[in-house]
């Protein structure tokens, strides 16, 4: 998660994360990481986040017998729309638009590394309304600051171009 000694975050925003709310929650995330320990879900004040809430997904990491679970607990307005979907309560290794795994290998590699991750993904083709493609920044919280619990994300669609 850190570099040697160093208490700052080392994982690099991609230029692709370019849009200003992206950066927006990743500069808040990175302020609320003391001393390379991950942010605990307490150190997120809703009321920080208003303007871009309806883009954020806050998934609970659940232990079923032994195997990591993500269990999505807040949906937010705007991924609703992107979607088409209300995912609050599901399990991510049950989306059936993600038969791959992509969603869900990605998010056991932030549990595992406690390292955000960043991706740009097309959005399933019956999806692709308005939007063609989705960026995505997933970023641990841990209570213990070691431990990842939560992962918050926030969606950003890529509007289809216009004709």
């Known amino acids: 998660m850190t570099d ?24 808040y995330w990175l302020a609320r990481s003391r001393d390379g320990r991950l942010p605990a879900r307490g150190d997120i004040e809703p009321l920080d986040l208003r303007a871009i809430m309806g883009a954020l997904t806050i998934l609970d990491v659940i ?38 795994g992509h969603i869900q290998a990605a998010l056991e590699d932030v549990r595992r590394t406690g390292k955000p991750h960043f991706w740009q993904r097309p959005l399933p083709p019956h999806r692709q309304l308005d939007h063609v493609s989705y960026r995505r920044l997933a970023l641990p919280l841990g209570d213990d600051g070691e431990t990842v619990d939560r992962i918050l994300l926030m969606m950003v669609g890529d509007a289809r171009p216009e004709d």
């Open 63 to 100: 232990d079923s017998g032994g195997k990591q679970r993500f269990q999505y607990r807040l949906w937010g307005t705007r991924v609703l729309e992107l979607f088409g979907e209300e995912l609050t309560g599901k399990f991510a290794d049950e989306l059936g638009f993600d038969p791959e």
């Open 4 to 27: 040697g000694g160093d208490s700052s975050f080392t994982y690099p925003v991609p230029p692709e994360a370019d849009d200003d709310e992206l950066r927006h929650m990743w500069d």
